[in-house]
């Protein structure tokens, strides 16, 4: 079955700690996304990669981080510096290159702060 | 910045009505449009895309898009309880989405 999985589904940081949010899909996707939704809110973008060992940054990246070391795989790093990192962070993955291409979604990681 | 605007809601309609759902945009280079339903605590799922001007149908849910109104909606015909949900529109110019804040539709049986 191809998709996007996400891991973990719930995730707890305590404070001055760095977490690491896993993403992974088989779709054979040339880009992915990352995602943070607030309650209430729509979905900004923090990051998101078109290919492999390339990345940019979104409207909030700060405080986050990435890599993009496989085409399967784009992990999301929440860091210290990120001080209300509470949130349902969701990853994506859409074909590049082509017009018309939506994103595909995973089924999320909701972050919270011990 | 580029702006993506819903229908401030939240939207309650009857059991069996017409739902209408709109999202105006402000980037006139956007080529692609996107509706994406979230069911509470869940990940947005892709219900319906339009690429072009007029309308677009899919079983209950039509788009329709005014790329010279900047202007595209979502009509839920027959709405059904499991239709409530908030309702994304998103928008793209080929290099990333953007997404309003939603609107809440609520379908009371």
């Known amino acids: 079955d191809g998709g996007i999985t996400q891991s973990p589904k719930y995730l707890f940081r305590k404070e001055g700690q760095n977490v690491t949010l896993s993403c992974e899909q088989n779709?054979?996707?040339?880009?992915m996304y990352w995602y943070r939704q607030d309650p209430g809110q729509g979905l900004r973008l923090i990051y998101y990669?078109?290919?492999?060992?390339?990345?940019q940054k979104g409207d909030i990246a700060e405080g986050y981080s990435v890599s993009r070391e496989k085409k399967e795989s784009f992990p999301l790093t929440v860091t210290s510096a990120q001080k209300n990192p509470t949130a349902f962070y969701l990853c994506?993955?859409?074909?590049?290159?082509?017009?018309?291409?939506?994103?595909?979604f995973g089924d999320g990681t909701r972050l919270s702060i011990l | 910045q580029k702006e993506v605007e819903q229908n401030s809601g939240p939207l309650s309609v009857p059991e069996g009505a017409i739902a209408s759902l709109n999202c105006t945009y402000s980037d006139r280079g956007s080529q692609s449009f996107f509706w994406y339903r979230q069911y509470s605590g869940k990940s947005p799922e892709l219900i319906m895309s339009i690429y072009s001007n007029g309308d677009k149908e899919d079983g209950r849910f039509t788009a329709q898009l005014n790329k010279a109104s900047q202007y595209v909606s979502l009509l839920i015909r027959d709405s059904q309880p499991s239709d409530s949900a908030t309702y994304l529109c998103a928008v793209t110019d080929g290099s990333r989405l953007t997404f309003g804040e939603g609107t809440q539709l609520t379908v009371n049986p």
């Open positions: 994506a993955s859409s074909i590049w290159g082509r017009a018309h291409q939506p994103q595909h």
């Open positions: 779709l054979n996707h040339d880009a």
């Open positions: 990669s078109q290919i492999v060992n390339d990345f």
